[in-house]
């Protein structure tokens, strides 16, 4: 019960609680559109989920400062492509959120007139942008993570000077055989090499898995509504739902963030 | 800039800003009312303040649990009527935030057989059972201080020159009200914490009252209090000195 409170006391939680609510609504009215209920339910999930989708737009209404605060501290960053990435990143989520304002103003009124449909495109190619860069942060980290984990095993293992010899390196392929028959089980092996190198180093590294997972898993949701990669919501409601759970393990276990 | 972000990153304290938006919306739709050529602006107004008050609905629906969890420290309190009085009115603000998300509950459409009006006025009136409980307990807290105060012989000494000052005032009729007044204002200067929740709890008890009819103001007063009330909680927790312990 009391980490329910200090876990309610962020005002992000709650913002992602009410995110899992909203796409999980939009997996129920798909799998409720697909079973044939009732159109009187149908249409309550769905005033549900534009209900919770205003009020995260309320919730979001600062988060414009924090995404340029953030972009400041990462311009500070030591590494270069990091540096690139993630302050880009913050910008476009600036925007996004900026963008996501204007449409809040626009649904209750304020804004009399709002090309909504216009804006709404314009904060989701934003948002594409943003989980772009994300995820191209995480592939480099990724691609580092290897290249240490590969440097760390040619020194425990140093690769034999002969291809012929019994080797003890489990990183060498067999090559005893003539090498026309050896192409495709060298590359076999290479590729096994390869997948449990990565294996490994998400294994050991949560944190970029778990970022890695989420803006996987974020992307279908920009793509689908921008139209570029069609899904269905059915698809997007879990992939949201799935990305919203896992954002709510990393603040209720901060360890699992990926710094920075 | 940081300790804005700081601030709003706090759920308490977005609810707080949206709270005094609500209310400033309710107060300028109640001065606007009348003048012509700002029916737009009321409108727009209008919508702005429906929206804050749907969407705080929805951020509200944990809040049981949280009162809940205050009750139970409450009752861990060694003064006997502090104990009481907190955990009364933690325990009936726990009973309003369920009144309030049934309330949400019907607005989505979620429950459909629940009379609003009925449920509405069972939450106005725990909120109000609420509030009388925070404010027995800030007049017991002043009660308390006052009688410290009033023992503390430097303070003896400060109330007598007052006193003595200037005999031949027409003002003072009455040296014990004069006394008591001194006194009073003593402790608000040195305790604002306390002078603080009180004047909070003061202002957040015109809404019930309008709403259930026991006293009624009108749309004005309860949004220039409520505003009041937002703009004391927003202070509170921007300086947590200014909060009121335990």
Same mark, same amino acid.
């Given at each position: 019960m009391d980490s329910?409170?200090?876990?309610?006391?962020?005002?992000?939680a709650?913002?992602?609680?009410?995110?899992?609510?909203?796409?999980?609504?939009?997996?129920?009215g +798909?799998?409720l559109?697909?079973?044939?209920?009732?159109?009187?339910?149908?249409k309550t999930?769905?005033?549900?989920e534009?209900?919770?989708? &205003?009020?995260?737009?309320?919730?979001?209404?600062?988060n414009?400062?924090?995404?340029l605060?953030?972009?400041k501290?990462?311009?500070?960053?030591?590494?270069s492509?990091?540096?690139?990435c993630?302050?880009?990143?913050h910008?476009?989520?600036?925007?996004?959120?900026?963008?996501?304002?204007v449409l809040?103003?626009?649904?209750?009124?304020?804004?009399?007139?709002l090309d909504m449909?216009?804006?709404?495109e314009?904060?989701f190619?934003y948002y594409?942008?943003?989980?772009?860069?994300? $995820?191209t942060?995480?592939?480099?980290?990724?691609r580092?993570l290897?290249?240490?984990?590969?440097r760390h095993?040619?020194s425990?293992?140093?690769?034999? /000077?002969? /291809?012929?010899s019994?080797?003890?390196?489990? &990183?060498?392929?067999?090559?005893?055989?003539?090498v026309a028959?050896?192409?495709? /089980?060298?590359?076999?092996?290479?590729?096994r090499?390869q997948l449990h !190198?990565?294996?490994?180093?998400?294994?050991?590294? /949560?944190p970029l898995?778990?970022?890695l997972?989420?803006?996987?898993?974020?992307?279908?949701?920009? !793509?689908?509504?921008?139209?570029? +990669?069609?899904?269905g919501s059915?698809?997007v409601?879990l992939?949201?739902l799935t990305?919203s759970?896992?954002?709510?393990?990393? $603040?209720?276990h901060?360890?699992l963030?990926?710094?920075p | @800039?940081d300790?804005?972000?700081q601030?709003?990153?706090?759920?308490?304290?977005?609810d707080?800003?949206?709270?005094?938006?609500?209310?400033?919306?309710?107060l300028?739709?109640?001065?606007?009312?009348?003048k012509?050529?700002?029916k737009?602006?009321?409108?727009? *107004?209008?919508? *702005?303040?429906?929206?804050?008050?749907?969407?705080?609905?929805?951020?509200r629906l944990?809040?049981? =649990?949280n009162? =809940?969890?205050?009750?139970?420290?409450?009752m861990?309190?060694?003064?006997?009527?502090?104990r009481l009085?907190?955990?009364?009115?933690? @325990?009936?603000r726990?009973?309003?935030f369920?009144c309030?998300?049934?309330l949400w509950?019907?607005n989505?459409g979620?429950?459909r057989?629940?009379?609003?009006?009925?449920w509405s006025?069972?939450a106005s009136?725990c909120?109000?059972?609420?509030?009388?409980m925070?404010?027995?307990?800030?007049?017991?807290? =002043?009660?308390?201080? @006052?009688?410290?105060?009033?023992?503390d012989?430097?303070?003896?000494?400060? @109330?007598?020159?007052?006193?003595?000052?200037?005999p031949?005032v027409a003002g003072?009729?009455?040296?014990?009200l004069?006394?008591f007044?001194?006194l009073l204002?003593?402790?608000i200067?040195?305790?604002?914490?306390?002078? *603080?929740?009180t004047l909070?709890?003061?202002?957040?008890?015109?809404?019930?009252l309008?709403?259930?009819?026991?006293?009624?103001?009108?749309?004005?007063?309860?949004?220039?209090?409520?505003?009041?009330?937002?703009l004391i909680?927003?202070v509170?927790l921007?300086?947590p000195k200014?909060?009121?312990?335990p």
């Amino acid at each position: 019960m009391d980490s329910w409170v200090r876990f309610n006391a962020q005002s992000q939680a709650k913002e992602r609680v009410i995110r899992a609510a909203q796409y999980a609504c939009t997996l129920l009215g +798909y799998t409720l559109q697909k079973g044939g209920a009732a159109a009187e339910l149908r249409k309550t999930i769905g005033q549900l989920e534009a209900h919770m989708s &205003l009020t995260r737009k309320l919730l979001r209404l600062g988060n414009s400062v924090e995404a340029l605060e953030s972009a400041k501290r990462a311009i500070h960053l030591s590494d270069s492509v990091l540096r690139l990435c993630l302050t880009i990143s913050h910008l476009n989520r600036a925007m996004y959120f900026a963008c996501d304002n204007v449409l809040w103003a626009g649904k209750t009124g304020i804004i009399s007139k709002l090309d909504m449909k216009k804006w709404s495109e314009r904060s989701f190619r934003y948002y594409l942008f943003a989980l772009i860069l994300n $995820l191209t942060r995480d592939l480099y980290e990724l691609r580092l993570l290897i290249d240490c984990e590969e440097r760390h095993r040619a020194s425990k293992h140093p690769p034999s /000077p002969h /291809p012929g010899s019994a080797s003890a390196d489990q &990183l060498s392929s067999p090559s005893s055989s003539p090498v026309a028959l050896n192409a495709p /089980p060298v590359m076999l092996a290479g590729l096994r090499r390869q997948l449990h !190198l990565l294996a490994t180093v998400l294994y050991s590294n /949560p944190p970029l898995l778990l970022d890695l997972l989420k803006n996987s898993c974020d992307i279908f949701i920009p !793509l689908d509504r921008l139209g570029i +990669y069609t899904t269905g919501s059915g698809f997007v409601g879990l992939c949201g739902l799935t990305s919203s759970i896992l954002s709510i393990l990393t $603040l209720i276990h901060p360890w699992l963030k990926l710094k920075p | @800039m940081d300790a804005v972000v700081q601030f709003t990153s706090q759920s308490q304290g977005r609810d707080r800003i949206f709270r005094a938006t609500q209310y400033a919306c309710a107060l300028s739709i109640y001065l606007l009312r009348n003048k012509i050529g700002r029916k737009e602006l009321v409108v727009k *107004l209008k919508s *702005l303040e429906a929206a804050m008050s749907a969407g705080r609905k929805l951020f509200r629906l944990g809040n049981t =649990i949280n009162s =809940i969890e205050a009750a139970k420290r409450t009752m861990q309190l060694s003064d006997r009527v502090l104990r009481l009085c907190l955990t009364a009115a933690n @325990m009936t603000r726990a009973l309003y935030f369920v009144c309030d998300n049934a309330l949400w509950g019907r607005n989505v459409g979620l429950i459909r057989d629940i009379n609003k009006e009925r449920w509405s006025l069972n939450a106005s009136r725990c909120y109000f059972a609420s509030l009388v409980m925070s404010l027995s307990r800030d007049v017991y807290v =002043i009660l308390q201080l @006052m009688s410290q105060r009033a023992r503390d012989r430097h303070f003896r000494q400060k @109330m007598d020159a007052h006193l003595n000052e200037n005999p031949e005032v027409a003002g003072v009729v009455i040296p014990q009200l004069d006394a008591f007044l001194f006194l009073l204002l003593e402790i608000i200067k040195s305790q604002p914490a306390v002078a *603080l929740d009180t004047l909070k709890n003061i202002c957040d008890l015109f809404i019930p009252l309008d709403r259930l009819g026991i006293y009624r103001s009108n749309a004005g007063v309860v949004g220039f209090c409520g505003l009041i009330s937002s703009l004391i909680g927003i202070v509170t927790l921007a300086q947590p000195k200014f909060k009121i312990k335990p």
